[in-house]
């Protein structure tokens, strides 16, 4: 069978990329391992997780702050089981959502393990071992990521008292003490869900701070948010060894900064320190695919590897593991694929912490600024002072605007608050476009919104807030 793209992994790269180019008259092939299409995102990923952060957040509210508004509920109950059958019924509309979309694209598909043979060679050999050899002008490589676990610590992850984020989204008890190592966005959102429904949560992290990486401003009041939330943080530490332990497990800890080594006891341990590339069994080595030091597929800015027609996009190749930065880069490559220019813009791509409140970023921190140099000038507005935010008791969080000293520019917008997922968009828009913190200030925005507080942070990068 031959085809014009054939594309290992149907994550968020993979089928967004097949659909792109069947849209552009290309011939296409999918070649997945799993039953379903949809990746580790829709499978095991930010689908189901975020069905998890929406029903356990609907639960801790109905038990907390109700009455304040004048809504007198009983204690609510938990039903663990049909809260994780809702959480699979989202999953599998949203994987069925893809294979209708493959169909009506007219993509053909292979469910089995891919292997590069070459170029324009793809062996897939199905669960009973038949092999299917598949020829194409174009091979893409969007096999994404797996767990990486904790680096030089050996740590069997059972999925049951040991876990993943795979087997963080399936416990069938709320634990009653949830050890996590790692304090970035899996550990904290994971973290959020089990804290919610009842779980005492001690999130341990290497660095001084979680979410490294985030503006630091955010992640130390994210921190302090989390603190009142009830979530316990051991910072600075150092995970040496997670053991289990009769029932639950052991995870020995110890100061990174060096000190006395300690350990704590759980009924379940979180691993959520990072994610790999994923290319076991992919034939890249006979192949002659070039990976880098970090064993990701090295491409050119045209997502080509330094095999002709062998493509790579995605959690596979460098760049931030986010489903968006896949996708993105899936429609660019297809666009290439058939001959037009595609392009990701990768100065801005917004991240998201899908916990509550959310914290939302794009571009630059201001640490980044200061360490290259540039001279910037930062508008700051609190969610306490705007009016939507008092209604809804929403107020924790701030946004954060940054902005060129001489040219007014742009350069990275923060957020902590409520809806900040959504919020950052506007600073994403406005960012592609170039935009001034001066346009972001006159934008006319709707009251009362959370929104406001984005226009009132860029008015306090070049003149001053009308609230504060
Ligand atoms: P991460 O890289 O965000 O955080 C891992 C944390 O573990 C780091 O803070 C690191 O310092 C810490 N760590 C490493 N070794 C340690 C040790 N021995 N002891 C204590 N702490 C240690 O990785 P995470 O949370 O596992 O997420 C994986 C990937 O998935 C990330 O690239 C993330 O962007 C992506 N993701 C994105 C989501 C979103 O956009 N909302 C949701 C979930 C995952």
Redesign the pocket.
């Known amino acids: 069978m031959s085809y014009d793209v054939i594309i290992i992994g149907s994550g968020p790269g993979g089928y967004v990329c097949a659909i792109k180019a069947a849209q552009l008259g290309l011939k296409v092939a999918v070649v997945e391992k799993r039953p379903t299409f949809g990746g580790t995102c829709l499978n095991i ?2 689908i189901p ?1 975020k069905a998890l952060l929406h029903a356990s957040e609907m639960f801790h509210h109905a038990g907390h702050g109700m009455d304040a508004l004048g809504v007198e509920v009983d204690k609510p109950k938990l039903n663990l089981e049909k809260m994780m059958a809702h959480k699979d019924a989202t999953v599998k509309s949203n994987v069925d959502g893809v294979a209708f979309l493959f169909k009506k694209n007219k993509i053909d598909s292979f469910i089995g393990h891919g292997k590069v043979l070459g170029e324009g060679k793809v062996c897939v050999t199905d669960a009973d071992g038949k092999e299917t050899e598949l020829e194409a002008k174009n091979v893409v490589i969007a096999t994404g ?1 797996d ?2 676990g ?4 050996k740590v069997e992850i059972d999925e049951k008292v040991i876990v993943s ?1 795979t087997g963080a989204i399936a416990l069938d008890k709320v634990p009653e003490h949830i050890v996590v ?9 994971m973290g959020s869900v089990w804290g919610r429904l009842g779980a005492k949560v001690t999130v ?4 001084d701070t ?4 985030m503006d630091a401003d955010v992640s130390k009041q994210f921190q302090r948010i989390l603190a009142k939330q009830g979530m316990d943080f051991k910072l600075g ?4 060894g997670v053991k289990t332990s009769g029932k639950g497990a052991t995870v020995s ?1 110890e100061p990174v900064k060096g000190g006395d080594a300690q350990s704590i006891d759980a009924d379940v341990v979180l ?5 790999k590339p994923f290319t076991e069994g992919l034939g890249l080595e006979d192949a002659g695919v070039v990976l880098d030091e970090r064993g990701r597929v090295r491409t050119d800015t045209h997502y080509q590897t330094n095999v002709p027609g062998v493509y790579a996009i995605g ?1 596979v190749i460098a760049g ?5 930065k896949a996708e993105d880069e899936g429609v660019a490559l297809a666009e290439i694929m058939a001959g037009q220019a595609g392009h990701v813009n990768y100065e801005v791509i917004p ?4 916990t509550q409140p959310e914290v939302a970023a794009v571009g630059k921190t201001e640490e980044e600024l200061k360490q290259a140099g540039v001279k910037y000038k930062a508008g700051k507005f609190p969610f306490t002072a705007n009016g939507r935010a008092r209604a809804m008791q929403a107020q924790d969080g701030f946004v954060k605007v940054l902005a060129d000293a001489e040219t007014d520019r742009v350069l990275g917008v923060h957020i902590i608050g409520f809806g900040a ?1 959504e919020m950052i968009h506007e600073a994403a828009v406005l960012m592609e476009f170039g935009g001034s913190s001066e346009d972001l200030g006159r934008t006319c925005h709707a009251h009362p919104t959370m929104s406001e507080a984005v226009k009132e942070a860029a008015l306090a990068t070049f003149a001053k807030p009308i609230h504060l």
């Open positions: 990923g930010c997780s990521s767990v990486a904790i680096p030089g610590v984020s190592v790692g304090g970035g966005v899996i550990g904290l959102e341990i992290e290497y660095l979680i979410l490294g990486g530490a150092k995970v040496t800890f691993i959520a320190t990072g994610r959690d931030p593991m986010l489903a968006h991240s998201v912490v899908y997922g």
